[in-house]
C-alpha cells in the first residue's frame, strides 16, 4: 500500500496515525463502491473488496468504540460479534477486547438466536436501537441477550441514538451501513467522515449508491479530501466535514490510537 496523497512517500504509510480519531465524539461511515459508483455487487459489498480493504476495515473496527450498522445490512451481511483475531489487539490497549455492534431497527426484524444477538460476549453485547413502538414482546425477548436504546417514537431518531451511545461512553463510532443508515446519518447531519474505498469494477447499471433511499434530498454536504491511499487499483480516500476541518487540524488526525477516550 503507497500514499497518494497529501504526499507519496515511497515508505509503507502509518495506517493507525492516518486514520486515528480526533477528540470527543465522532461519528466515522466506512463504505465502498465500485468505479462506477455501485455500493454491491449482487446485493453484498465482498465482491467489490480484496486483502487490503479487509486490512483496513479490521483497522477501523479496532480504533472505535462501537460498530454501527442497519439491520437489513446485518441480515445481508451475515452479521456477527467482532472478533479479537480480526483486530488489531495492541491498539486496543485499556478498551474492551472487541467494540459492541449497535443495529438500527425501527421494526425489531431481529433473530434473537442469531450469532450476532446469541454469540456477543459480555465486554461487547450487541445494541439494538429501536422505537417505543416496535413489538414490545420481541423488544422484552431482545433485552435478555441484547442492550436495548429507545430513539423515537414510530421512527428512529438518529440524532437520539447517536447521543445515546456517546452517554454510554462510545465517543469514536464507526457506521459501516448499509445505504439506508448512511442516508439518515447525512439528512441527520451526523456523519463527520467518510472512508470510502474504490474498487476497479464496473457494477453497471442497477446497482445501488452507497446513500440510498426515500428520504428528500437532504443539502449537500461539504467534504475535504484527508488522504488518498492506493493498492492494487483500490483507492482508499478519507473525507472530513469541511465544517469539522478545526476539530482534525485540517483533516489531520490528532489522536493516536490507545491514549484512551476523550472525557
Same mark, same amino acid.
Given at each position: 500500500?503507497?500514499? $497518494?496523497?497529501?504526499?507519496?512517500?515511497p515508505g509503507?504509510?502509518?495506517?493507525?496515525?492516518?486514520?486515528?480519531?480526533p477528540?470527543?465524539?465522532? @461519528?466515522?461511515?466506512?463504505m465502498v463502491?465500485?468505479?462506477?459508483?455501485?455500493?454491491?455487487?449482487?446485493?453484498?459489498t465482498?465482491?467489490l473488496?480484496?486483502?487490503?480493504?479487509?486490512h483496513v476495515?479490521? =483497522? $477501523?473496527?479496532?480504533?472505535c468504540?462501537?460498530?454501527l450498522?442497519?439491520a437489513?445490512?446485518a441480515?445481508? /451481511?451475515?452479521?456477527?460479534p467482532?472478533?479479537p483475531? /480480526? @483486530?488489531w489487539?495492541?491498539l486496543?490497549?485499556g478498551?474492551t477486547?472487541?467494540?459492541?455492534i449497535a443495529?438500527?431497527?425501527g421494526? $425489531?426484524?431481529?433473530d434473537?438466536d442469531s450469532?450476532l444477538i446469541?454469540?456477543a460476549p459480555?465486554h461487547?453485547?450487541t445494541i439494538?436501537?429501536?422505537t417505543a413502538h416496535?413489538?414490545?414482546g420481541?423488544r422484552?425477548?431482545?433485552?435478555r441477550?441484547?442492550?436495548v436504546?429507545i430513539?423515537g417514537?414510530?421512527?428512529v431518531?438518529?440524532?437520539v441514538?447517536v447521543?445515546?451511545?456517546?452517554?454510554?461512553?462510545?465517543?469514536a463510532? $464507526?457506521?459501516e451501513g448499509?445505504p &439506508?443508515? @448512511?442516508? &439518515? @446519518?447525512v439528512e441527520?447531519?451526523?456523519m463527520? /467522515?467518510?472512508?470510502l474505498?474504490?474498487?476497479?469494477?464496473?457494477a453497471g447499471?442497477?446497482?445501488t449508491?452507497?446513500?440510498?433511499?426515500p428520504?428528500?434530498?437532504?443539502?449537500p454536504?461539504p467534504?475535504?479530501?484527508? &488522504?488518498?491511499l /492506493?493498492?492494487?487499483g483500490? =483507492?482508499?480516500c478519507?473525507?472530513?466535514?469541511?465544517? &469539522?476541518l478545526?476539530?482534525?487540524?485540517?483533516g489531520a488526525?490528532?489522536?493516536?490510537p490507545?491514549a484512551?477516550r476523550d472525557?
Open positions: 500500500m503507497r500514499q $497518494l496523497f497529501p504526499s507519496s512517500d509503507e504509510p502509518d495506517l493507525a496515525r492516518l486514520y486515528a480519531y477528540p470527543g465524539p465522532w @461519528l466515522r461511515a466506512n463502491s465500485s468505479a462506477d459508483g455501485a455500493a454491491t455487487v449482487g446485493g453484498v465482498k465482491y473488496s480484496s486483502a487490503a480493504d479487509r476495515f479490521a =483497522l $477501523l473496527r479496532t480504533l468504540d462501537v460498530i450498522v442497519g437489513a445490512t441480515r445481508g /451481511e451475515r452479521y456477527k467482532a472478533r483475531r /480480526e @483486530l489487539r495492541h486496543r490497549d478498551r477486547p472487541t467494540p459492541p443495529v438500527v431497527t421494526r $425489531l426484524d431481529l434473537p450469532p446469541s454469540a459480555p461487547a453485547r439494538v436501537i429501536t416496535a413489538p414490545s420481541l422484552a425477548e431482545l433485552a441477550r441484547a442492550d436504546i430513539a417514537e414510530d421512527t431518531d438518529f440524532k441514538a447521543s445515546a451511545l456517546a452517554e454510554r461512553g462510545h465517543r463510532m $464507526l457506521a448499509g &439506508h443508515l @448512511l442516508a &439518515h @446519518l441527520s447531519r451526523l463527520d /467522515e467518510l472512508c474505498t474504490i474498487g476497479p469494477l464496473m447499471p442497477g446497482a449508491r452507497i446513500v440510498a433511499g428520504l428528500p434530498a437532504a443539502q454536504l467534504l475535504r479530501l484527508a &488522504h488518498v /492506493e493498492d492494487d483500490f =483507492l482508499f478519507r473525507y472530513i466535514r469541511k465544517d &469539522h478545526f476539530r482534525t487540524g485540517s488526525p490528532v489522536r493516536l490507545g484512551g472525557g
